[in-house]
């Protein structure tokens, strides 16, 4: 009983096979930043401390809210209050209490973002870190890139076939390697702009940052398995 041609993984002398790897890679403009904020409060009492906190919080809020549209998401992460105790002495006795609010903004106006974080480092115990550049998922940058690994993968493959002075008869399967390779926010950032401020009270308004957006690079690996026509060896 003979199998197809079609299910032989390597093919037959009638009907070869040649395997290829196709791969793009794309640098193209961040779509969207984000930023990390932390409010912090500090008081000898806890209720002092998580009113300062608050405040300080719904200042944050209502200033990244104020941007209105370039703002697409605003989110609250983790929230604490912590006392801290005495180096000395055996009792367990309060000396402060530490309140923190971390914050995620995520904007698409560049021009935006470099004011909002100026005027974020200019309130008090207030700390930035970012911006972190990325793509959408929905970025057409991702299908442009698989497109380009699937022209380079018919390409490669008909350069091997014209080698042996045959040509490509049929596609058998494209294997999809993980073609959107875009850095994730939670990677290790480059470029991180961070910044700090501590209660200023100069009441000038601190010119805006001038951020350079850093280009993201797009990846996309497919496997492409085609037969081909008799080789002229």
Do not use: C
């Amino acid at each position: 009983m003979t199998q197809d041609a079609s299910h032989q993984p390597y093919g037959t002398p009638e009907v070869p096979r040649v395997a290829v790897r196709g791969e793009a890679r794309l640098e193209v403009d961040p779509e969207i930043a984000r930023i990390g904020i932390t409010v912090s409060a500090r008081g000898t009492d806890r209720r002092t401390a998580l009113d300062d906190l608050t405040r300080r919080n719904n200042t944050v809020l209502d200033l990244v809210k104020s941007y209105g549209d370039p703002v697409e998401k605003l989110e609250t992460g983790a929230f604490s209050i912590t006392p801290e105790l005495t180096r000395h002495g055996r009792a367990e006795r309060i000396r402060a209490y530490h309140g923190r609010v971390h914050i995620t903004a995520e904007l698409n106006d560049f021009t935006a973002l470099g004011e909002l974080t100026t005027r974020l480092a200019d309130l008090e115990l207030t700390s930035i870190d970012g911006p972190w550049w990325a793509l959408r998922p929905t970025s057409p940058a991702h299908g442009e890139a698989r497109r380009q690994a699937v022209l380079e993968a018919v390409q490669r493959a008909r350069e091997y076939a014209a080698a042996l002075g045959a040509r490509l008869a049929a596609l058998v399967e494209l294997a999809d390697l993980g073609a959107e390779n875009a850095a994730p926010f939670n990677a290790a950032p480059a470029g991180v702009m961070r910044s700090m401020a501590y209660g200023g009270t100069d009441e000038t308004t601190a010119p805006p940052l001038d951020l350079e957006p850093q280009r993201q690079t797009v990846y996309a690996q497919v496997n492409a398995r085609f037969t081909m026509t008799p080789p002229e060896l």
